[in-house]
């Protein structure tokens, strides 16, 4: 394992070579013993994944091959991230979070608990790029809403709790809780009856 800065792992850690963890962001690049990664108990990282400083991790956390997690991240407990997925820093993940591979999580996001992405979801924190015209605004996702593949989400839209964003949407509206998004550009529809009682 490859470490930068001041690192602290919990028991149980399991890591597959090559691995990186405290990173240097661009200011500490010239620096020694800045704050590195802090990771809890049980955690598993798989080969290739890179972890910036100033990121704190739970418990029983994991990752995929070609992870990427940018600094001052903020990542609950029971996550998993999967293969090739970037994290892009200044991002608050909660608590049984599972984004399947290659997700994207720009700047400034915030996804809460329970919370499902499917692979290859985009989110987007810049309405104008690259200008950055009204600063970095990243999407949030409330608890127990769930991301499907290829879905790709504006920048600062709102997914409601227990909402379900559907395959291939572009969400450039805020989703209000319990809601279907599907289409691009999205359109809202009640939940399936079955799917609403399965939201919680």
């Keep these: 394992m490859i470490e930068y800065g001041r690192n602290t ?15 240097p962001s661009r200011d500490n690049f010239s620096r020694t013993g800045f704050t590195g990664t802090t990771i809890g108990k049980n955690a598993i990282i798989r080969s290739q ?27 609950g407990d029971r996550v998993s991230i999967g293969t090739a997925t970037v994290i892009e820093g200044n991002t608050i993940i909660g608590d049984d979070v599972n984004l399947q591979s290659m997700v994207y999580v720009p700047t400034n996001a915030c ?25 970095l605004q990243g999407p949030h ?3 127990w809403a769930a991301i499907g593949a290829n879905a790709t989400l504006l920048p600062g839209v ?43």
């Design 141 to 143: 996702i409330r608890d």
């Design 9 to 23: 792992l919990g028991p149980n850690a399991r890591i597959f070579e090559p691995v990186t963890i405290g990173f």
């Design 49 to 75: 994944t890179i972890i910036y400083c100033d990121v704190v991790i739970g418990d029983d956390f994991q990752t995929g091959h070609n992870v990427i997690i940018r600094e001052k991240t903020r990542i």
């Design 111 to 135: 996804i809460g608990n329970h919370v499902f992405i499917g692979p290859n979801a985009v989110l987007t924190n810049d309405r104008y790029p690259p200008s950055g015209i009204g600063g």
């Design 158 to 200: 709102s997914i409601g709790e227990g909402s379900l964003v559907a395959a291939g949407a572009v969400v450039t509206r805020d989703v209000p809780e319990h809601m279907l998004a599907i289409g691009s550009p999205a359109r809202l529809r009640d939940l399936p009856g079955q799917v609403k009682l399965n939201r919680r």
